[in-house]
């Protein structure tokens, strides 16, 4: 394999956008909210790409875009280069999904409680005829073995409320792994985890990563796990990227005032709490501002170093 | 660095108080199908005037259950098996429901993880503060929506809001509704059982910091309940680690910062991967939390242990113990060499 193919992207997001709409006005005109705007990422084999930001930064709406839950308003969705764009096609869209998967952050609400751990890896086996049937329990043990849950044929008989909360995480990812997919949307899939069991899984991505080649969508607000899994971090504000680049650059030397900001408000038990951290959304804009930076303002992505990008004022020359 | 001195000057003011709340060998037990579990296994813990205390442990460890049975909120089968709850003075343990209503919520608040959907959805704000105020206060409404707005204000929610429903707010904002609430009647304790986990870090960082101004312009104790202990370090003056129904370690934050004692406890501080410097492969803690119908003889975190012996690990629950100063207690039978 050349090196050229393993850099291209598997699935790739070009000027993606996004509205929703919220109420009329007064006139009857509709009044929209640009949740995802003018959003371009490319995930590649066997790499992490985090998308950070905190809760209305439009990060999960770019994930149900890309998974082709919900259609972009604008832009362009490409699997392997092929553009795949508001599918509705049912046979195309199941092949779709056969390539890229999501994860969901509630490992409690994505299980049906009344279906075996089993019967939740089964289905997608024979949906979308991964194996012959008479193969389908022997590769049901593999994924649970693949993902650590041993011993599998105990595992496989349990019901979800016989789980932990990382085990049911575990199982959500091994069903996700069950069509063999190139791509997988993980959407905070740890934050609802007790800490002492989020490194399983942060370990499980790293390895899966590796051995599977899968390009990796990681969604969090939590910089410091970011850090552990990811190759590569887009930071999003507002519906739109702000900072873009490998891990380390983006965290250590950071270039953008929300990215710095994100990064004051991680807890870091030497310090004490930080008093000079901002107050109050109505506080946002002028701790930004302090920073250095008005949201309001034109502003376009520009490298700033070898392939760490930022959002500056000024439109593009 | 103001935060860190504050915290000292708190510490020191506090610890020549009697306790505010004292837990004397509190026993829960949940009745079960398969007969009761001890979910909290003889707790021991005082707080003090003024005083923020953390509670950190894993999901299932006892400590919301200690929350609840301190406003006695417990739900059956869940019930109070032994010990006592000393607060000012006087035992809540089998106070009549008349006498408890008059401590809850005036005397100790309580704000849950879900405590932003505790509010009624088809309730304007302003409502709900006026039916707290009037159920516990014989004063006007009037009066009521006033100090309603101040309180929000407080909080940093503009008054306008008091018109809102809580579908118009975020949720950081519902939380923030419900700590107003808590601190409506000025209690003299908060219990806060994970108050940010539902929110991302800046709104958590937000909250966290209002209360902290709140609490030292107030002066409550708070009772921090959370499995984040990097957040617990930061904001508490003491720490307890609770380990499947039992305290097993108890100190100063900063002190259980740079010298965690309890196995368990060195292997919550490692579960966060740093944000600066050399990044390793982590491993956290392994296994899961014993099954508390069938808890594990000895020290119960012996089979997730890294130090554990057969003798006595695996046969004798270690008690709980001054380390080296009666302020540092440890429940191990190995306890870590400081480094």
Known sequence: MSAVSISRPVLEARSLSRSFSIGTSFWGARKALRAVDDVNLSLRRGTVTALVGESGSGKSTVARLL??????????????????????????????????????????????????????????????????????????????????????????????????????QRVAIARALAVQPKVVLADEPISMLDVSIRLGILNLVRELKEREQI??????????????????????????????GPTEAVLQSPLHAYTKLLLTAVPQPDSGLNTTFWQGRTGETAALAAHGWD?????????????????????PG | MSAVLDRQRRRVASSERAPLLELRDLVVEYGTERGAVTAVNGVSLAIRPGEIVGLAGESGCGKSTIANTILQVLRPPGRIAGGEIVFKGRNLVGLPPSELRQIRWRHIAMVFQSAMSSLNPVTRIED??????????????????????????????????????????????????????????????????EPTTALDVIVQREILQQLEELQREMGFAVLFITHDLSLLVEFSDRIAIMYSGDIVEEADADELFARPAHPYTAGLMASFPPLTGELTTMTGIPGNPPDLHDPPTGCRFHPRCPAARRQPCHLEMPALRALDSPKHQIACHFPLETP
């Open chain 2, 128 to 193: 709900q503060f006026v039916d707290m105020f009037r159920a516990h206060q014989k004063i006007s409404k009037r009066f009521a929506t006033m100090k309603s707005a101040e309180l929000l204000e407080v909080v940093g929610i503009d008054r306008d809001r008091l018109r809102a429903y809580p579908h118009e707010l975020s949720g950081g904002m519902r939380q923030r509704v419900v700590i107003a609430m808590a601190m409506a009647l000025g209690p003299e304790l908060l219990l806060l059982d």
């Open chain 1, 215 to 244: 390009a990796f969508l990681y969604i969090t607000h939590d910089l410091a796990s970011a850090r552990y899994v990811a190759d590569e971090v887009h930071v999003m504000y507002r519906g739109r990227i702000v900072e873009h």
């Open chain 1, 67 to 168: 998974g082709q839950l919900y259609e972009p308003t604008e832009g362009r969705i490409l699997l392997e280069d092929e553009d795949m764009t508001g599918i509705r096609n049912r046979r195309l869209l199941l092949e779709y999904r056969s390539q890229v998967q999501l994860i969901f952050q509630d490992p409690f609400a994505s299980l049906n409680p009344v279906k075996s751990v089993g019967h939740h890896l089964a289905r997608p086996l024979r949906i979308h005829r991964v194996v012959p049937n008479d193969q389908v329990d022997a590769r049901v043990q593999q994924l649970l073995e693949t993902v650590g849950l041993v011993p599998a044929a105990a595992v496989a008989r349990k019901y979800p409320h016989e789980l932990s909360g990382g085990q049911r």
């Open chain 1, 295 to 315: 949201p309001d303002v034109p502003t376009s992505l520009v490298e700033e170093r070898p392939g760490h990008y930022v959002r500056r004022e000024g439109t």
